[in-house]
């Protein structure tokens, strides 16, 4: 496999992507949402106002909540009183599973653009006359949306640490986060999640003839990240440490079960024939 064909590829298609605005756009409301606007308006907007303050704290849905905190939260919410630990609770543990959808939106909003988006652009048949051989032009089309959902994702959780820290340093009067639940969750499970997203979406690009088609139908994935939300947030599934070791061993066992079956089954001449 030639690695300089693998970046060249990759780079055309940042080119071509990075110049479509249903790409783009996704990639920067979404963070923004995540990383910036919820965990502000959770801490600050509060705080301006002492009756709202107040009045979530004396909450009678908040009391039964933090009566039945995981026990491995007792070490970061021990002594708190009710709003700090609300805020380690909200910020620190139920919003962690949002940020697993950052790495599957964006590999898969950029995966379709690969090959549907070439089909759109009319430039999918020079592409598929390229000396690169069928795995080079499947791991380039990879590699294209797995670097940017990971940078993203990565990048999103740094400004995400940074947000928390300072709008909750008032309140907390300490730097907090992250707690160690979310390393697993950025750093094993949301690099599996890239890939199957990627090696998902470039297997029915390959087969759609629109970027929006191959789009909404990878958009099955999010089922994957839904169960680990709602769970969390009805308190019947927390990701310990262990539990995201297991939960990302699992996710990588299919991506690259995926990815096999995906290059096995990638076929150039079966795309000439589709043009």
Do not use: C, H
């Not at 993203?152 to 709008?167: D, E």
């Not at 999010?222 to 310990?240: D, E, K």
């Amino acid at each position: 496999m030639n690695l300089q064909r693998l970046w060249t590829l990759a780079r055309k298609d940042w080119a071509d992507a990075f110049k479509n605005t249903a790409v783009v756009v996704p990639m920067i409301v979404l963070p923004l949402i995540f990383v910036v606007l919820m965990p502000v308006l959770f801490i600050i907007v509060p705080s301006l106002s002492p009756q709202m303050s107040q009045a979530f704290v004396s909450d009678p849905d908040i009391q039964p909540l933090l009566n039945n905190l995981p026990a491995f939260l007792t070490p970061y919410t021990q002594g708190l009183d009710v709003q700090r630990t609300v805020i380690v609770l909200m910020l620190g543990m139920m919003l962690a599973p949002m940020f697993l959808i950052l790495p599957l939106m964006t590999s898969t909003v950029i995966a379709a653009d690969s090959f549907a988006g070439e089909r759109e652009r009319k430039t999918i048949e020079a592409l598929l006359y390229t000396p690169a051989s069928d795995v080079e032009l499947f791991f380039g089309k990879v590699l294209a949306a797995f670097l940017p959902a990971l940078g993203l994702t990565w990048g999103s959780f740094l400004v995400y640490t940074l947000v928390v820290n300072l709008a909750s340093y008032w309140t907390m009067g300490w730097v907090w986060f992250p707690i160690p639940t979310w390393y697993p969750l950025i750093f094993w499970i949301s690099p599996a999640l890239s890939l199957l997203g990627t090696a998902f979406t470039v297997l029915i690009s390959a087969r759609n003839p629109t970027f929006m088609g191959a789009y909404q139908l990878s958009g099955v994935l999010v089922v994957l990240v839904l169960p680990l939300l709602f769970g969390q947030i009805a308190g019947v599934v927390y990701l310990t440490v262990e539990a995201g070791l297991l939960v990302g061993g699992a996710i990588w066992a299919v991506a690259l079960a995926l990815t096999r079956l995906a290059v096995r089954g990638f076929n150039r001449q079966r795309l000439l024939a589709g043009l």
